[in-house]
């Protein structure tokens, strides 16, 4: 059979007792502390006007703003049928289901909210945020590979991987794709933009560089990726994913001009 033999790595670190450590809830934690500490260096070496105190509570909403929107972006946007038959379900976060669109939701709500609270710039929290997302980016699509999930569609390439759960066939890893594009690649190019000061004083263009680069990678990958069981393929042959990364698009485009347009005043 052709494929690589996927590398059997339990989705479970270590147990203590009936408490399990997952690799999935390690990658959501891994982010928000990387994204809180390179934060808390940049507030500091920029001098952002924004406090230690600024940068906890800054963490702490953006983590309320991942799980909650992430959550019920997928229950809205991949599973209804299934959530309006179990509701509770719903708070049966241990199950998985996370949607990074509904967690970019979540995230702009929580700091359009965190923003009029400390009465400060709301694209200047965006642009301090987006360049450190791809690192929870990169190490959610690393524990995916690791369970065994949202993994790719059959082919014949070498690299291709033969999943357990995708009845050991050779697949695309997709969630390497993701990985590398998504996480390595946008990380690199939004942290250059952040160095820079031209980006820097056009307040918004490095948000808007994070939705457009994640929404056209998102766009790329999904062609290699099994479409969802409880959806596939929606009118045209594209995904719910590509679909949804639309929006994000427009939006992304929007704040490009809009950049410019604050940079004229």
Known sequence: MTGLAYPEISPILFSIGPVA???????????????????????KKYDLGLTRQNCDDLAFSTTLGIIFGGRLGYVL???TAQYLQNPWEIFAVWHGGMSFHGGIVGVILALLIFARLIKYPFLKLTDLISPLVPVGIFAGRLANFINDELWGRVSDVPWAVRFPRGGYLPRHPSQL???????????????????????????????????????????LIEPFREPDTQIGLLWGGFTMGQ???????????????????????
């Open 77 to 79: 946007f991949y599973g």
């Open 177 to 219: 794709y993701e990985a590398c594009l998504e996480g390595i690649l946008l990380f690199v190019v939004l942290n250059l933009m952040w160095k820079n000061k031209y980006c820097r004083e056009h307040t918004g263009l490095i948000s808007a560089a994070f939705l457009l680069g994640y929404a056209l990678c998102r766009i």
């Open 21 to 43: 450590i997952r690799w999935y809830s390690l990658a959501y934690l891994f982010g928000i502390l990387f994204g809180w500490w390179l934060a808390c260096l940049r507030v």
């Open 243 to 265: 679909y949804l990364s639309v929006p994000v698009i427009a939006l992304g485009l929007y704040l490009v001009w809009h950049s410019f347009h604050i940079k004229k005043d």
